[in-house]
T-cell receptor, first 113, second 116 residues
Framework: GESVGLHLPTLSVQEGDNSIINCAYSNSASDYFIWYKQESGKGPQFIIDIRSNMDKRQGQRVTVLLNKTVKHLSLQIAATQPGDSAVYFC????????????FGRGTSLIVHP | DAGVIQSPRHEVTEMGQEVTLRCKPISGHNSLFWYRQTMMRGLELLIYFNNNVPIDDSGMPEDRFSAKMPNASFSTLKIQPSEPRDSAVYFCASIDSTGGTYNEQFFGPGTRLTVL
């Protein structure tokens, strides 16, 4: 029979607007978090990371916010550009020393010119 | 550095055939991961090597799947026999975990596998 695809959350924005992508994580022991960007036909690419001893970290046009109380992570993209259109994944690592991250389902960002 | 290299980029095969996917991690990285990505299940970890030794293969779906890492610069993921439900994009990723601190994974471009 026909397979049903996974429906990713989608965020549509206009070029120049700011974008906020949210992620809820489940493991309270996680102490390292990463945001990845995956463009069509490519592998996930590192954007920015944050450790649990921080609640905010800024990069070029991107900011990651971490709220450990509610286990919530967000990625803010300033002045969103068409080239930002992609699927964005958050990933978490726990204190067990394993280098195996747990990936979220992803959010599709669509930037309209 | 050329980054993580995967081959082939696309593979189309018929059910029952053997498929071998290849990966060259970034030089100096000591950990390697194989992932499978589908629309239904998202990104799934299949197996993880550290210093060429398989550490966690709990994500390998069944005995038809096997992975090897004969040396620090090469790994293979083999499916024998292949089935249509194995159709997916397979990613290899590597990481430098020697410092004892967390670092981001570097992903290859993926191999798109289609089993007819």
């Amino acid at each position: 029979g026909e397979s049903v695809g996974l429906h990713l959350p989608t965020l549509s924005v206009q070029e120049g607007d700011n974008s906020i992508i949210n992620c809820a994580y489940s493991n309270s022991a996680s102490d390292y978090f990463i945001w990845y960007k995956q463009e069509s036909g490519k592998g996930p690419q590192f954007i920015i990371d944050i450790r649990s001893n921080m609640d905010k970290r800024q990069g070029q046009r991107v900011t990651v916010l971490l709220n450990k109380t509610v286990k919530h992570l967000s990625l803010q993209i300033a002045a969103t550009q068409p080239g930002d259109s992609a699927v964005y994944f958050c990933a978490e690592n726990d204190r067990g020393g394993s280098y195996i991250p747990t990936f979220g389902r992803g959010t599709s960002l669509i930037v309209h010119p | 550095d050329a980054g993580v290299i995967q081959s082939p980029r696309h593979e189309v095969t018929e059910m029952g055939q053997e498929v071998t996917l290849r990966c060259k991690p970034i030089s100096g990285h000591n950990s390697l991961f194989w992932y499978r990505q589908t629309m239904m299940r998202g990104l799934e970890l299949l197996i993880y090597f550290n210093n060429n030794v398989p550490i966690d293969d709990s994500g390998m779906p069944e005995d038809r799947f096997s992975a090897k890492m004969p040396n620090a610069s090469f790994s293979t993921l083999k499916i024998q026999p292949s089935e249509p439900r194995d159709s997916a994009v397979y990613f290899c990723a590597s990481i430098d975990s020697t410092g004892g601190t967390y670092n981001e994974q570097f992903f290859g471009p993926g191999t798109r596998l289609t089993v007819l």
